[in-house]
């Protein structure tokens, strides 16, 4: 994308040797600017941005996976009150965890057992200090290139550019960038300043969430970019495909925590008598009976959080 005079900036992305891919502006120190004094100036108050804590982010960033950010604000605070610190993780029955994690309908309970387990490494591997750039985080249980990327910038100041879903939307619209991961990534690079991971990834993300959202809002949110924007300026606002969360009511999801929460509260349960009280439509033999309640067990047992027993005709279900 050109800006006013026709220039463009001197190293234009590229991706696969010669193709370029995107036409940035020349004075890449006035978009940056533009951004982030749009940051700083008003932007939502989630209260992790408040902290530099490692630790604090890092339950924050996992809690964020699929969960809408009004539901995590007050399970964050929640789970920090119960479990403050990373050594107070660490020292906490995994079961209480997995049965928070569950209670609040944050998603997959596997991400529970990972977090935990992240906690025990930083506690007996590090020393109680969180790893700071992004490929050491990498190491802990759970962690992928996003989180790790997302803790080194939001609690050291020490990451790259952040590319989620809201990100490649704002790049696909404001420089024509074309659907393709390394092209997003190579352009989202040469945008951020260097040395401002912080700032720059939150205002980036804030500028995907609130003027730059499936149905963007250029104008009411004062997008700081609408001068340089190739979707402002020919009102193509296409963007790429971004999949539909599936349905939580009646979902596998629904139901895996449904028993966790269940064998959270008995030592043990056997198989029929936990079907019945998941489901009021349970049959042993019917859709939703005893091979649909196995398959969930099944999952769980891989996701090291139930204990599945069989004996004298019997099958039985406890947390790990």
Not at 119 to 138: C, I, M, N
């Amino acid at each position: 994308m050109s800006d006013s005079d026709g220039a463009t900036a001197d190293d234009d992305v590229e991706v696969g040797g010669d193709e370029e891919v995107s036409d940035l502006p020349a004075d890449l120190d006035a978009v940056r600017d533009a951004l982030v004094d749009w940051y700083e100036a008003d932007h939502r108050a989630f209260p992790w941005r408040g902290t530099e804590d490692p630790y604090e982010i890092l339950v924050s960033e996992v809690m964020s996976q699929q969960t809408q950010l009004d539901r995590v604000v007050p399970a964050w605070e929640d789970f920090l009150d119960e479990w403050p610190t990373s050594a107070d993780l660490a020292a906490a029955d995994r079961a209480d965890v997995v049965a928070f994690w569950s209670d609040h309908s944050l998603g997959y309970n596997n991400r529970a057992k990972y977090l935990h387990e992240a906690a025990e490494q930083v506690e007996t591997e590090y020393g109680g200090a969180f790893p700071e750039t992004p490929d050491e985080l990498r190491e802990l249980m759970g962690v992928g290139p996003y989180t790790a990327n997302a803790v080194a910038s939001f609690a050291f100041n020490d990451g790259d550019a952040v590319v989620d879903t809201n990100v490649k939307r704002v790049l696909y619209r404001a420089f024509d960038v074309p659907d393709d991961d390394d092209a997003f990534e190579r352009v989202a690079s040469r945008l951020m300043p260097a040395g401002e991971s912080r700032v720059w990834n939150n205002a980036v993300m804030e500028l995907g969430g609130v003027a730059c959202g499936k149905k963007p809002r250029c104008d009411e949110a004062g997008c700081p970019w609408r001068e340089w924007c190739h979707a402002y300026q020919t009102g193509d606002f296409t963007a790429p495909d971004v999949p539909e969360q599936p349905s939580f009511e009646g979902s596998r999801r629904q139901f895996r925590g449904r028993i966790v929460r269940l064998l959270g509260e008995h030592d043990e349960m056997g198989l029929d008598t936990l079907g019945h009280r998941i489901r009021v439509d349970y049959a042993p033999d019917g859709e939703h009976g005893r091979e649909w309640l196995r398959s969930l067990l099944s999952d769980l047992s891989d996701d090291g959080l139930v204990q599945i027993e069989e004996g004298n005709d019997q099958i039985t279900a406890r947390l790990q």
